[in-house]
T-cell receptor
Framework: QKEVEQNSGPLSVPEGAIASLNCTYS??????FFWYRQYSGKSPELIMF????GDKEDGRFTAQLNKASQYVSLLIRDSQPSDSATYLC?????????????????FGTGTLLAVQP | KAGVTQTPRYLIKTRGQQVTLSCSPI?????VSWYQQTPGQGLQFLFE???????NKGNFPGRFSGRQFSNSRSEMNVSTLELGDSALYLC?????????????FGQGTRLTVV
């Protein structure tokens, strides 16, 4: 079982519709969750992060987290052609070593979103 | 506020050579992580540095190494390059380490090994 799983897509939605992207993770100790958008040939851009169960809204984006079910989702309202990109789900499970805490993001393989004009 | 700066943007190297990549984090950020992105494996964690100390290392061979300087700038080195090392190498900057901290990526260095 992969640590972070996403449907690779492509997910095709018409312009103006709601795009729903889903992600599941395997480690119950995971504490923080991120959505990155990556355009072809570019680096990932952080668009949402969520640390607590429930919904978090930022403009047209809503992140949803359910730790009991180990899933996180991203909703994009009023989808635009410029939203067409690969969306990467990333999970941070803090580790502690003799040198202290550490960051390590585990990424899903990404979902390709295509918004049709 | 300047973002994460990676240099160089593109590199072409031959097998057996070594390469050094550089990353300057966002001002005030003390954690720098490195990731490798390939079409087949996606984004894979290489290592993280915080306060000049390597805090964590991913499952990569010892040919991959890194360091961090007192100004938080970081370098990663790959020795004895192999064709399979061709990838986009990404640096991520965070203000602190541990959980609940956002990571911001630089533009990446595209390494091609021929």
């Amino acid at each position: 079982q992969k640590e972070v799983e996403q449907n690779s897509g492509p997910l095709s939605v018409p312009e103006g519709a709601i795009a729903s992207l889903n992600c599941t993770y395997s480690d119950r100790g995971s504490q923080s969750f991120f959505w990155y958008r990556q355009y072809s040939g570019k680096s990932p851009e952080l668009i949402m992060f969520i640390y607590s169960n429930g919904d978090k809204e930022d403009g047209r984006f809503t992140a949803q987290l359910n730790k009991a079910s180990q899933y996180v989702s991203l909703l994009i309202r009023d989808s635009q052609p410029s939203d067409s990109a690969t969306y990467l789900c990333a999970v941070n499970t803090p580790l502690y070593s003799f040198s202290g805490a550490t960051n390590k993001l585990i990424f899903g393989t990404g979902t390709l979103l295509a918004v049709q004009p | 506020k300047a973002g994460v700066t990676q240099t160089p943007r593109y590199l072409i190297k031959t097998r057996g050579q070594q390469v050094t990549l550089s990353c300057s984090p966002i001002s005030g950020h003390r954690s720098v992580s490195w990731y490798q992105q390939t079409p087949g494996q996606g984004l894979q964690f290489l290592f993280e540095y915080f306060s000049e100390t390597q805090r964590n290392k991913g499952n990569f061979p010892g040919r991959f190494s890194g360091r961090q300087f007192s100004n938080s700038r970081s370098e990663m080195n790959v020795s004895t390059l192999e064709l399979g090392d061709s990838a986009l190498y990404l640096c991520a900057s965070s203000i602190r380490t541990g959980g609940n901290t956002e990571a911001f990526f630089g533009q990446g260095t595209r390494l091609t090994v021929v």
